[in-house]
């Protein structure tokens, strides 16, 4: 039997396996089992710790509930810094992805979480061809990278649009040729926005991260906020900061729901 802990953040949650010490058998099918919500433990990403090197503290390999390999997390990336930190007694720790090296600070009671910059050319989004990522030809929408592809698309009315149907189509549309998060975003003052996501393999969530990150970035280029917002999602409030230096910093809250062991030999391959 292999131990789990079942972490979350804003409700955003995530499945946590160890590999550090020891190999582990995870495959995407396998990851996939586990993230099923009926069959399996249930989550929004699948994550797997493995050594750090080279200054990172930890290794974080993030997959999507369809199996799929993620390159950014945010909500998951406060919550491994804060379980290696519990571990080491430090206040600070740099969680390595396939992205790159995210630096987390404790704050008190919340984690804030240097999410690197943001990548604003068509080429970094992803997109399909080029084109000024401020004005897509698609809904109303900008696009950027946060270490994985986001379109923030601005509505007059976040309580009026069917994000379970525009959601998946854009996310498929082929102007994303690695398909994209789609957050939804209503500016309420230059302060302060409300943000739904439509995650990219994994549908709708409490809560996303780095959808947060891009959706404050995206906002601040059009003008809507200023650098630093206060960002709504359904599970909660997270705190956007788009640096002078191109980096954006997350703040925000974990928390471990509970631990327990899963047969890794009888999920499939």
């Known amino acids: ?19 550090r010490r020891a190999a582990l058998p995870i495959t995407p099918a396998r990851a996939a089992a586990i993230a099923d919500r009926r069959r399996g433990i249930g989550c929004d990403q699948f994550i797997l710790l493995e050594p750090g090197t080279d200054g990172a503290d930890v290794f974080m390999r993030i997959r999507n509930p369809d199996g ?31 992205s790159g090296d995210l630096p987390v600070e404790r704050l008190g009671e919340v984690w804030r979480a240097d999410m690197g910059p943001a990548r604003l050319g068509w080429q970094d989004v992803p997109l399909a061809r080029a084109m000024d990522t401020l004005h897509l030809p698609l809904e109303d929408a900008a696009a950027c990278s946060m270490g994985n592809p986001h379109a923030t698309v601005f509505v007059p009315d976040l309580d009026a649009i069917p ?34 996501v439509w995650e990219r393999g994994a549908g709708l969530t409490l809560a996303c991260g780095s959808g947060a990150c891009a959706a404050l970035v995206n906002a601040a280029r059009r003008g809507l906020t200023g650098r630093a917002a206060t960002v709504t999602l359904p599970g909660g409030d997270l705190h956007i900061e788009w640096r002078a230096d191109g980096h954006v910093l997350m703040t925000g809250p974990v928390a471990t729901a509970f631990t327990g062991t899963i047969d890794l030999d009888a999920l499939p391959l």
Do not use: W, Y
């Open 1 to 19: 039997m292999t131990s789990f802990r079942k972490m979350h953040g804003l409700g955003n949650d995530f499945v946590v396996l160890d590999a």
């Open 163 to 196: 994000v379970g149907t525009l959601g998946p189509r854009l996310e498929h549309d082929p102007l994303f040729p690695q398909r994209a998060n789609i957050g939804f975003v209503q500016v309420l003052n230059p302060e302060h926005i409300r943000l739904t």
């Open 68 to 98: 799929s390999e993620a390159g950014a997390c945010g909500n998951a990336t406060r919550c491994i810094a804060s379980l290696v930190a519990g571990e080491t007694g430090a206040d600070r720790v740099v969680v390595r992805t396939i």
